[in-house]
Nanobody, 124 residues
Framework: QVHLLESGGGLVQAGGSLRLSCAAS????????MGWFRQAPGKEREFVAA????????YYAASVKGRFTISRDNAKNTVYLQMNSLKPEDTAVYYC?????????????????WGQGTQVTVSS
């Protein structure tokens, strides 16, 4: 069992930055690919970014590539999402996810564990 707890969301102006953190419980953190998803009101949950178990390779949605950076610290059981140049369309609840699948194939259907979500609001 893995419990995920996100933090770092909030309200920011367009062009600003936020850093999300996700702390995981358990001793098997490094055995999971980790990712971030988001869900805006009235929309489906969508993939944002993913990182392999050792952190060597990352994947991004086209809408955030070049602006967001995912990273992980296996010694601290934590995954991060650095978000720069934020846009109003980035407004959503952001969810941390752990998957036994590969980071390259992470999607909502093969995610094993979810965090409770953290709200990110970007004002124009």
């Amino acid at each position: 069992q893995v419990h995920l707890l996100e933090s770092g969301g909030g309200l920011v102006q367009a062009g600003g930055s936020l850093r999300l953190s996700c702390a995981a419980s358990g001793r098997t953190f490094s055995s999971y690919a980790m990712g971030w998803f988001r869900q805006a009101p009235g929309k489906e949950r969508e993939f944002v970014a993913a990182i392999t178990r050792r952190g060597g390779t990352t994947y991004y949605a086209a809408s955030v590539k070049g602006r967001f950076t995912i990273s992980r610290d296996n010694a601290k059981n934590t995954v991060y999402l650095q978000m720069n140049s934020l846009k109003p369309e980035d407004t959503a609840v952001y969810y941390c996810a752990a998957s036994a699948a590969t980071a390259q194939t992470m999607d909502p259907t093969n995610t094993n564990y979810w965090g409770q979500g953290t709200q990110v609001t970007v004002s124009s």
